[in-house]
């Protein structure tokens, strides 16, 4: 089991200075709102590839909003463990962050991805099911990159390719002249790397609806997924190949229409991802909120699974105010996949007494504003 160790924070938001130590695979961190809970979560979010749980600008986290900061994990992995280091970068802005493993300076973020995973659900994303697609098109995303960690590549070039899609076609609609070159090649990297994350999309939910159908989720609901992206269709019916020039001829006979409304209209960057409650056969968006909070679980848990299936180690689990609109019922569900699963688990509350059924399998870190220190649970 991958299991973080040892947390040190620099000048990281609410902590001055912090040093915790974790000895058990279950870790609870109680405390008022605004004692700081979740920004221990961010902390450990951020020793592994991306932006973290809230996807702040890193120029947001430093205490007081001047840098440097700095966050650093030691992780035990059966192997002799290794030390994972992030913060300010020396140089290209505040923004841009550098990282460290064993003291060696990576150049990719990618390079990280081979060591160390995190997946977390936050109280932002029980709007997952209301909110608009691009919500739950990133949360699939994420998934997808935590399994395959050269899904944030594919994702960045497809991207900067549509913007300078988009700006060839702004062009156009001002009467300046675009070479038609220029945006054919354009629509040639964006079908290359379209379909490459239409196909790490599909093949994701394929295998979380495999997993969740074969009780990965426990006494939670069977979430059904479904991926509605036409891009992903087109490779049920035909070769990678075919499929990216299907792409490239909507996107050449869409560039007027795409030129008049200022955006490309049609394409990966446009899908959704649908849930379903198994049991009941009705949409995830019209059931109950707990019954919303456990399918996002289950999918979790499911995704957890696949990861350390998949790669060797399970993900950190980092579960903020998780327990909330759970019942007792589901809250002990819970806790018993948590205590099954092969993965060390960070939850957060503001009461430690919903937590108590895990005394004696969980260390219990009471928060208050620029610290944390160890209890047991009550």
Known sequence: MLRLTRLRLTRYRSYPEAELRFTAPLVVLAGPNGAGKTNLLEAISLLVPGRGLRGARISEVATGGAPPWAVSGRFDDGLGGFEVGTGTAEEGGPDRRAFRLDGEKLRAQSELAERVAAVWITPQMDRLFQESAGGRRRF???????????????????????????????????????????????????????????????????????????????????????????????L?????????????????????????????????????????????????????????KALLISTVLAHAGLIAAARGFAPLLLLDEVAAHLDAERRSALFAALAALPAQSFLTGTDPEVFSPLAGKAEHWTVSPGQACRNPLP
């Open 236 to 292: 049920d019916t035909m070769p990678a190949l075919a499929a990216e020039d299907a792409l490239r001829a909507g996107w050449a006979g869409s560039r007027g229409r795409d030129a008049a409304a200022g955006a490309t209209l049609a394409g990966p960057h446009r899908a959704d991802l649908l849930f379903t409650h198994g049991g009941k056969g009705i949409a995830a968006g019209l059931c109950s909120t707990g019954e919303q």
């Open 140 to 234: 699939l995303d994420r998934l997808a990159m935590a399994l395959e960690p050269h899904l944030a590549r594919e994702v960045s070039a497809y991207e900067t390719a549509m913007a300078g899609r988009n700006r060839l076609l702004a062009q156009t609609r001002e009467g300046r002249r675009a070479e038609p070159a220029w945006i054919a090649g354009l629509e040639d990297a964006m079908a290359r790397h379209g379909i490459a994350i239409a196909a790490s999309r599909r093949a994701l939910v394929g295998r979380l609806n495999a997993t969740l159908e074969a009780g990965a989720a426990g006494d939670f609901p069977r979430a059904v997924l479904a991926l509605q992206d036409p891009a992903a269709e087109l």
